[in-house]
C-alpha cells in the first residue's frame, strides 16, 4: 500500500472534523475523496502532508509513520492545494524555479524539470508572462506545475478544478491521466461527481468527517444496493393489474397521475427488452421509456442520505 490512514481523528474546537477516517490507497492509483464541502476533505489531505496534526490514528506513506518521519514523507508528496499558492509579479518559469529551489533540486535539473513541467501543463509558450496575466485556469496548472519538480510518489489534489474554465479542466484531467499512467499514485478531492467518476480507480466518499463507503464504482453500488431504473410511461396504467406486475419483477414506484412506472434493474440495457416483453404480454400499453443508470450520484445519496451539495 501506498497509503495507510488508520482511526484518523482531528478536532478545532468544539467541531469534530475527522471521527475515526480509516482508508488505504494502493500504489499507482487514483484514489478519489468525494464529499461536500465541510466534510473534511481538505482536513485529510492536510494531515497526510503534515499541515496538521491529527489527535489521534496512524497515518503511513509508502511504509513511512507520518508521525515520526515527516521530512521523509514530505519529499514523497507534491501537493496542489485547494488555494492558488503563486507570487502574482514573477512569471511562471520564476514561480517554478523558487518552488523547486526548496527541494534542493541542481538548478540544471531543475530548469530542465521546469520545461518539462510546463510542456505537459500546456503552457511553456508562456512561460515568461507574469502570472498575474494568467487566467484562474492557467494560474491553476502552474500550481499542479510546482507541485511536480521533485517527481513526487505521490500527487495530493484538493478540488484543482474550482472556478476554472472548460479549456483548463480538460488539460488538468489531461494532466492527471498522464501522470497515473506513468505509475504517480495521485489522491484526489472533490465534490464534483463526473470528475470522481472519470478520474478515480477507487473512491472514498466522506460525509460529516466519516468515511461513509469505499471502494471501486462497481463495488460501491454493491455495498449501497443501488439499482438502475427504468421508467415505463402505461397509457393503460390505472387499468393494470400492479400486483400481478410486482410479483415478477421489482417496481420500486408508480406514479398514477404522470402514468409512470418506476422498475429496478441490475442492469438496464441487459433487461430493458424482457421486462418491456413482459409487461405487453400483460396489456401494458407502453408509451414512452426513459432510463436511469446507477452513478456516483445515486450511490452518494444511499449512502448519505442526501444529495452532495445539500
Not at 261 to 272: L, P
Request: charged residues 25%; proline residues 3%; hydrophobic residues 40%.
Amino acid at each position: 500500500m501506498m497509503i495507510v490512514a488508520k482511526n484518523i481523528s482531528k478536532s478545532f474546537g468544539a467541531l469534530q472534523a475527522l471521527k475515526g477516517v480509516s482508508f488505504s490507497i494502493n500504489n499507482g492509483e487514483v484514489f478519489g475523496l468525494l464529499g461536500p464541502n465541510g466534510a473534511g476533505k481538505s482536513t485529510t489531505i492536510n494531515i497526510l502532508n503534515s499541515l496538521l496534526k491529527a489527535d489521534g490514528g496512524e497515518m503511513y506513506i509508502d511504509g513511512r509513520d507520518a508521525s515520526k518521519e515527516q521530512h521523509a514523507c514530505k519529499m514523497l508528496l507534491g501537493v496542489v492545494p485547494q488555494e492558488i499558492a503563486l507570487y502574482e509579479e514573477l512569471s511562471a518559469y520564476e514561480n517554478l524555479m523558487f518552488w523547486g529551489s526548496l527541494y534542493d533540486i541542481p538548478k540544471k535539473k531543475l530548469k530542465a524539470e521546469a520545461d518539462k513541467t510546463l510542456e505537459l501543463v500546456g503552457l511553456f509558450e508562456r512561460r515568461y508572462d507574469a502570472v498575474k496575466n494568467y487566467s484562474g485556469g492557467m494560474k491553476r496548472r502552474i500550481n499542479i506545475a510546482s507541485a511536480l519538480l521533485h517527481r513526487p510518489k505521490v500527487l495530493l489534489m484538493d478540488e484543482p478544478t474550482v472556478g476554472v474554465d472548460p479549456q483548463s479542466r480538460n488539460r488538468i484531467f489531461e494532466v492527471i491521466e498522464r501522470l497515473n499512467s506513468e505509475g504517480m499514485t495521485i489522491v484526489y478531492t472533490t465534490h464534483y461527481m463526473e470528475e470522481a467518476e472519470r478520474l478515480c480507480d477507487r473512491i472514498g466518499i466522506i460525509d460529516e468527517g466519516a468515511i461513509a463507503a469505499q471502494g471501486t464504482l462497481k463495488e460501491l453500488r454493491e455495498i449501497s444496493q443501488v439499482r438502475d431504473v427504468l421508467v415505463l410511461e402505461l397509457g393503460n396504467l390505472k387499468e393494470m393489474d400492479l400486483d400481478a406486475l410486482k410479483s415478477v419483477m421489482q417496481v420500486e414506484e408508480v406514479d398514477t397521475p404522470a402514468n409512470k412506472v418506476k422498475i429496478a434493474c441490475q442492469n438496464v440495457g441487459q433487461e430493458i427488452i424482457p421486462i418491456v416483453k413482459k409487461v405487453q404480454d400483460m396489456g401494458g400499453n407502453i408509451q414512452g421509456i426513459d432510463t436511469i443508470k446507477a452513478n456516483l450520484e445515486t450511490v452518494f445519496l444511499k449512502l448519505t442520505g442526501k444529495q452532495l451539495r445539500d
